[in-house]
């Protein structure tokens, strides 16, 4: 199973939970903020010790957009060690809106539209 981090703006964060249950459900090992960062604990360090761990990153967007300083540098540093040659993937989610420019050239599970078919393909990307 595979070791998937949910990056989420706050204002998604219903739907990023929902997503987060599923893929967990699937057998999965999901790192996702409410889950992973407790009281007291370094919000840097927690991110930084899911981000080291993942294999997929899972950058769910909206009309809101991704642009927040906490999800933009989740995603640009993962591009990054993808770009180095890391071992790790970019599964953009459309919960609405549109994906950033650098990201338009991938395929991206549209749960806008149909949530359980959308699962279900992000699911299938995830090895």
């Known amino acids: 199973m595979a070791n998937v981090f949910i990056s989420h703006r706050k204002v998604d964060v219903a739907d990023a939970k929902r997503l987060a249950g599923a893929v967990s459900a699937a057998g999965h090992q999901v790192w996702f903020d409410e889950w992973e960062i407790g009281i007291g604990d370094s919000v840097v360090d927690r991110i930084n010790s899911g981000l080291e761990g993942t294999s997929y990153l899972v950058l769910c967007y909206s009309t809101a957009g991704v642009m927040s300083p906490w999800v ?20 953009p989610v459309k919960f609405s809106g549109k994906a950033p420019a650098i990201l338009a050239d991938l395929r991206y599970a549209d749960l806008s539209q149909d949530w359980d078919g959308g699962c279900e393909q992000l699911l299938k990307a995830i090895r």
Not at 83 to 91: H, M, N, S, T, Y
Request: with cysteine; proline share 0%; glycine share 4%.
């Open 72 to 91: 933009t540098r989740e995603w640009m540093s993962t591009l990054h060690r993808q770009l180095e040659g890391c071992d790790v993937r970019i599964l």
